[in-house]
């Protein structure tokens, strides 16, 4: 693509000079530097429930996940060991490289399932545990309608936190992927997404030219409150 820009400016200041115009050949849009999203969901299990870990850098270290941006896709899983009780579900864990070159959307399915106070929060299309995967891929068509496994088990998807959006990475340096985590009577609710109907639950990723510098979480609501230990934003790209 650059040496095309190179051959094509050459031709349009021949032009230019030929006609006596200042035209000026059109520069490549910005878009993330490297190639794959290399996105690794971590499910853990503990008396509190499900929690649901895609960041790499969250103070709660020992729950942290391998999710990074690079021209290499990742081909095995990296989760932290957990602790306090917490272990790694693997069944609901996996990775996935998202190629940026297939397309200008990243669209992002958000599938929050519920089951006796628990929420499980899923972004991943290909966990072992197929019932609960979701329609998260990379297109030149921006998804319209959300897709979620059916659950089982006694767990059903939850609508009201569930949501797709599908971010337009085609002239974006960055994508801020913030990861909410409320809390409540040691149970545990994880977001990512901005737009789902419950609003008081959003999270604020988003697809920018510029690198977020502060988590942006809603404030919870219904005695679930922000758990700042687990929250945390990344920008991946640059």
Not at 20 to 47: D, F, I, K, M
Request: proline share 5%; glycine share 12%; net charge positive.
């Amino acid at each position: 693509m650059r040496r095309y820009s190179i051959v094509a400016g050459a031709i349009a200041g021949a032009i230019g000079l030929a006609l006596g115009s200042t035209a000026v050949a059109a520069q490549p849009a910005p878009r993330l530097a490297e190639r794959y999203l290399n996105l690794h969901q971590c499910v853990y299990v503990g008396s509190g429930g499900h929690y649901t870990n895609v960041l790499p850098n969250t103070a709660n270290t020992a729950f942290n996940t391998g999710t990074n941006v690079s021209n290499t896709p990742d081909t095995a899983l990296l989760c932290g060991p957990g602790g306090g009780g917490w272990r790694p579900a693997l069944a609901n864990s996996a990775v996935k490289a998202f190629d940026l070159t297939a397309g200008r959307y990243l669209n992002l399915h958000q599938c929050v399932y519920f089951s006796a106070g628990q929420h499980y929060t899923a972004v991943l299309p290909n966990t072992p545990n197929v019932n609960f995967n979701t329609g998260t891929n990379v297109s030149n068509t921006a998804d319209t309608t959300l897709a979620c496994g059916p659950g089982g088990g006694g767990w059903k998807l939850l609508p009201a936190n569930s949501a797709l959006e599908s971010f337009d990475l085609s002239d974006k340096r960055y994508l801020n992927l913030h990861q909410c985590v409320w809390t409540s009577s040691g149970q545990y609710y994880m977001g990512l997404l901005p737009n789902t109907p419950n609003a008081n639950f959003n999270a604020g990723t988003n697809a920018s030219r510029s690198a977020d510098t502060a988590l942006k979480c809603r404030p919870g609501g219904g005695g679930w409150s922000l758990d700042q230990l687990d929250s945390a934003y990344r920008s991946l790209g640059g």
